[in-house]
C-alpha cells in the first residue's frame, strides 16, 4: 500500500521536483503545503502535465500552528513529511535575519510538533552544504565538522539540524534524515518544470541561463584570483532531478527502516568540483553562441571552494546521480525557453 507523504514548499523549485518524483515511484501519495509567498500554486499544474496526478495544496503557512495543524487533523493518515519549506537567499539572509531565523526555524519547530503530536513516522529535511563554513579539507563528507555559518540562511541550517537532533529524546517515534545539498541546478529533462526565480536571479545557472536568452545582456564572474585551477569558485553542482531522487530513496530508507540511528545526516552532491569558467563554457557549448560575461571582483561571502563526497548516500540510500554538468545545463536551457513560451 502506498504511503501518504506531506511535502512542505511543494510548490517550490526542489519540492516540485520531488513531488514528481515521489509520484512517479508507484510507493507515494502525495500532499503539498505550501504559503505560496516565495512560489506560485501554478507549479502544481506543471507537475500534473508530467506526471498526470493532481496533488492538493493546502495554502498555509507553516508558521501559523494553528493552520498548519488542520492539515493533520484532516489528514489521518500521514506517515512521513518533507520539509522543504524555508527562505533560502544568503545575501536576503544577511540584510533581514530575524526574519530568516523567524520562519525558517519557526516552521521547523511546528513541523517537529506536528511529528510527536501526530505520530508521523518519519521525517526528511533540506539542509546545505553552507553548514560547513568555509572548509579547508576538500571533499566535505558528512564527519567534516561544521565551521563558523558565514551568513544567517547557513545558521537556520545549524539550527535546524540541531532541533531535529534534539527531539529524538522526547520524540523517538520519529525518525529523521537530514540530507546536506550542494549546488542544486537545472530542471525537469522534459523541460516542463524547473526553477522560478525572482527578476533579478542570484546564483549562477539562471543567470546563465537569462544572459544566454537575452533577458540579461551581460554577467559578471565574481573573482578570478582564487587559488583553484582557472582561478574561479569551485562548486559541487547536482540536478535537480537527481536530489528529487535521494529524497524518494531516502523515505525508501526510513519507511524499511534501514536507518541505523533515529537522525542520520547525508551529503548530496555530485562528488565532482566545477568551476564558474568551465561551467560558462559548457553552457556555451549547450546554447550554441557566446555568452557575454566579464571577469570581476570576488563576491563578498563566497568561498573558494566547496565540493562533496556523496559514498554514504551512494552506499545507504543505493543513490548515484543520472545527470552531468551538460544534462543541467542543457535541462535548464529547455526550461527557459518553454518559460518564455508557456508563462507571461
Ligand atoms: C549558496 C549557498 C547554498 C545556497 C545557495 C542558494 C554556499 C557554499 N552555498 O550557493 O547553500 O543554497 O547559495 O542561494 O554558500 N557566480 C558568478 N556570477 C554570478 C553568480 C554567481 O560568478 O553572477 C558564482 C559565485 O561566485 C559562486 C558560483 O557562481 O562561485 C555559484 O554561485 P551561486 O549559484 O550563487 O551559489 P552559491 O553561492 O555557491
Not at 565574481?222 to 583553484?228: A, I, L
Not at 537522525?263 to 568540483?273: D, I, K, P, Q
Not at 570581476?296 to 568561498?303: M, S
Request: with cysteine; glycine share 8%; proline share 4%.
Amino acid at each position: 500500500m502506498k504511503k501518504k507523504i506531506l511535502v512542505t514548499g511543494g510548490c517550490g523549485y526542489i519540492g516540485s521536483h520531488t513531488l514528481i518524483e515521489l509520484i512517479e515511484s508507484g510507493r507515494y501519495d502525495v500532499l503539498c503545503v505550501d504559503s505560496c509567498v516565495r512560489s506560485t500554486p501554478e507549479t502544481l499544474d506543471r507537475v500534473k502535465n508530467i506526471t498526470g496526478v493532481e496533488v492538493k495544496n493546502y495554502k498555509v503557512d507553516i508558521c501559523d500552528k494553528d493552520a498548519f495543524f488542520k492539515v493533520f487533523e484532516e489528514n489521518d493518515d500521514i506517515a512521513g513529511i518533507i520539509h522543504f519549506a524555508a527562505y533560502k537567499a544568503v545575501g536576503e539572509s544577511v540584510e533581514q535575519p530575524l526574519m530568516y531565523y523567524r520562519n525558517n526555524l519557526g516552521a521547523l519547530a511546528n513541523v517537529l510538533e506536528a511529528c510527536q503530536k501526530y505520530h508521523i513516522s518519519h521525517l526528511l529535511f533540506s539542509s546545505s552544504c553552507s553548514v560547513y563554513g568555509d572548509v579547508k579539507t576538500l571533499p566535505v563528507n558528512e564527519e567534516t565538522p561544521m565551521g563558523e555559518a558565514f551568513c544567517p540562511y547557513a545558521h537556520t541550517k545549524q539550527i535546524g539540524e540541531a532541533m531535529i537532533r534534539s527531539m529524538q529524546v522526547p520524540n523517538p517515534g520519529t525518525t529523521s534524515l537530514i540530507l546536506r545539498y550542494f549546488n542544486p541546478v537545472g530542471a525537469h529533462p522534459s523541460g516542463m518544470n524547473g526553477e522560478l526565480s525572482p527578476d533579478k536571479p542570484n546564483n549562477l545557472i539562471p543567470i546563465i541561463m537569462h544572459v544566454a536568452s537575452g533577458v540579461l545582456p551581460q554577467m559578471t564572474v565574481f573573482g578570478t584570483d582564487y587559488d583553484t585551477r582557472d582561478g574561479s569558485c569551485i562548486r559541487d553542482y547536482l540536478h535537480v532531478s537527481d536530489i528529487a531522487d535521494a529524497h524518494v530513496k531516502a523515505m525508501d530508507y526510513l519507511v524499511e527502516h534501514r536507518n541505523t540511528d533515529g537522525c542520520e545526516v547525508f551529503n548530496l552532491g555530485s562528488g565532482n568540483g566545477v568551476t564558474v569558467l568551465e561551467m560558462l563554457d559548457a553552457a556555451e557549448k549547450v546554447v550554441g553562441h557566446r555568452l557575454n560575461y566579464v571577469l570581476g571582483d570576488r563576491r563578498p561571502g563566497d568561498i573558494p571552494a566547496i565540493y562533496g563526497d556523496s559514498s554514504k548516500a551512494e552506499q545507504l540510500l543505493h543513490w548515484h546521480c543520472r545527470y552531468n554538468v551538460d544534462d543541467m545545463i542543457a535541462s535548464a536551457w529547455k526550461w527557459e525557453n518553454y518559460l518564455k513560451e508557456n508563462v507571461k
